[in-house]
T-cell receptor, first 114, second 111 residues
Framework: ETGVTQSPTHLIKTRGQQVTLRCSSQ?????VSWYQQALGQGPQFIFQ???????GRGNFPPRFSGLQFPNYSSELNVNALELDDSALYLC?????????????FGNGTRLTVT | GENVEQHPSTLSVQEGDSAVIKCTYS??????FPWYKQELGKRPQLIID?????GEKKDQRIAVTLNKTAKHFSLHITETQPEDSAVYFC??????????FGSGTKLNVKP
């Protein structure tokens, strides 16, 4: 069973730039969620993708956007980066539909905005 | 939306003692409550979960209790070991959609 993989592991960007983070879901999972984890805090829900469509969104501005592909992998895009966007971005996959499963997290992408 | 509060923020216990971490939630519609363990630099890993139709669940040294009326749930770790040292997060979800996490408890088990 292949777990959730994220790339890159670390990234440094400048304020105002754009970034794309990638996630491959665990085999057998059809849902991908993205979370932002600031230092010393719990993960905060950004959005969830199911059947290639956004299926719920947290309190994040529109400059946070995403995609899910037919193979259930996903991207998180952040435009116009701000210093406060510096955080660990966690992708989690799960199963939705008839049977729901818990979140399984990847190792995350550490984003630093300078 | 849902608001999950977690206490304490840090907890230090002697090896072999018990540890208890408590969480409260605000939305009575939440029906699934997982607990995650996150070691330094690693991914959060599910250690135990409970659904709203169950009051208690146990897995070896770990147990979770849920009080739906009071809207709180707790993690109990017995016979703590140094490898239990980590940050623990509680979470609440309605129908496995959005998960709302607590702010975490840093557990230190002293040998």
């Amino acid at each position: 069973e292949t777990g959730v993989t994220q790339s890159p592991t670390h990234l440094i960007k400048t304020r105002g730039q754009q970034v794309t983070l990638r996630c491959s879901s665990q085999s057998g999972h059809n849902t991908v969620s993205w979370y932002q984890q600031a230092l010393g805090q719990g993960p905060q829900f950004i959005f969830q993708y199911y059947r290639e469509e956004e299926n719920g969104r947290g309190n994040f501005p529109p400059r946070f956007s995403g995609l899910q592909f037919p193979n259930y992998s996903s991207e998180l895009n952040v435009n116009a980066l701000e210093l406060d966007d510096s955080a660990l971005y966690l992708c989690a996959s799960s199963s939705s539909g008839t049977v729901h499963s818990p979140l399984h997290f990847g190792n995350g992408t550490r984003l630093t905005v300078t | 939306g849902e608001n999950v509060e977690q206490h304490p923020s840090t907890l230090s216990v002697q090896e072999g003692d018990s540890a208890v971490i408590k969480c409260t939630y605000s939305d009575s519609a939440s029906n699934y409550f997982p607990w995650y363990k996150q070691e330094l630099g690693k991914r959060p890993q599910l250690i135990i979960d409970i659904r709203s139709n169950v009051g208690e669940k146990k897995d070896q040294r770990i147990a979770v209790t849920l009080n739906k009326t009071a809207k709180h749930f707790s993690l109990h770790i017995t016979e703590t070991q140094p490898e239990d040292s980590a940050v623990y997060f509680c979470a609440a979800s309605m129908n496995f959609n959005k998960f709302y996490f607590g702010s975490g408890t840093k557990l230190n088990v002293k040998p």
